[in-house]
């Protein structure tokens, strides 16, 4: 019964990035744009969802500490993992460290919500947790999206993209049968893995996304890419909350 709703919601990972399919040939300034728009719809999620969100669950403290934790554990990842500095010169450059950077960010950031949707169908069940189910869902089909288009934008195969967003998915998947099977003690841990997803989602935009889509002539497109993700981001988040 409660492995249902944790199934369902994190297939709507997979069901946004289906619309990538329908993207091919994308230009230099397309690519540009697209990851701004990216950009955007990333620092609405940690600015707008994830820190009030784990300020409403604790308090401030918390917030400030685990938004500082995801940063310094991304920066301690970023020299970890190969990776190649932007030269911005248009060169096919093998992108695969910011690639795993902005994959780990998006992982990091299905962690909690995937706690949250295991505990609340276990603590509270019925309609709460059909609706924290829902309600996650519907947020993960943006989020599909937004992981597969940066993945095509970094000329990675369409197909493969779906997949790679779908296995983000699925660690969705399983931080919620950690919360089924775990229940209230898992709880207090929220908060915190919610402000460390959205520490590390605005480390990753800020040193790699928007220098990436800044950086060769397409700064005033690019701009308002951002802006325009921003917004999509908070008005879908209004709409369905």
């Known amino acids: 019964m409660f492995l249902l709703p944790i199934i369902l919601s994190s297939f709507c990972t997979s069901l946004g990035a289906l619309p990538v399919l329908l993207i091919k ?15 955007g719809i990333m620092v609405a999620a940690a600015a707008y969802g994830l820190i009030p969100s784990a300020i409403k669950l604790s308090n401030l403290p918390i917030m400030v500490i685990g938004v500082l934790i995801g940063t310094l554990v991304l920066t301690l990842l970023e020299g970890i993992v190969p ?9 096919s450059t093998d992108r695969s460290g910011v690639i795993v950077l902005f994959l780990i960010a998006m992982s990091l950031h299905n962690l909690p919500e995937g706690l949250s949707v295991g505990i609340s169908n276990v603590n509270n069940g019925g309609d709460i947790g059909s609706l924290v189910s829902f309600a996650i869902g519907l947020q993960n089909v943006p989020d599909g999206f937004l992981v597969a288009l940066f993945l095509v934008t970094q000329n990675v195969g369409r197909l493969k993209a779906i997949l790679i967003a779908t ?15 775990f229940g209230g003690a898992f ?16 480390f990753v935009v800020y040193k790699e996304l928007i220098p990436e889509s800044h950086g060769d002539g397409n700064e005033r497109a690019s701009t308002l890419a951002f ?15």
């Open 25 to 39: 040939n994308i230009s230099h300034k397309g690519k540009d744009v697209l990851l701004a728009y990216t950009a």
């Open 167 to 181: 296995l983000t998915g699925m660690i969705e998947m399983c931080a919620g049968l950690v919360g089924v099977f």
């Open 83 to 91: 990776h190649v500095d932007l030269d911005h010169s248009g060169d």
């Open 187 to 202: 709880e207090y841990i929220v908060p915190y893995g919610l402000a460390f997803a959205a520490g590390s989602m605005l």
């Open 227 to 241: 802006i325009m993700g921003f917004v999509a981001m908070v008005l879908l988040t209004e709409w369905f909350r």
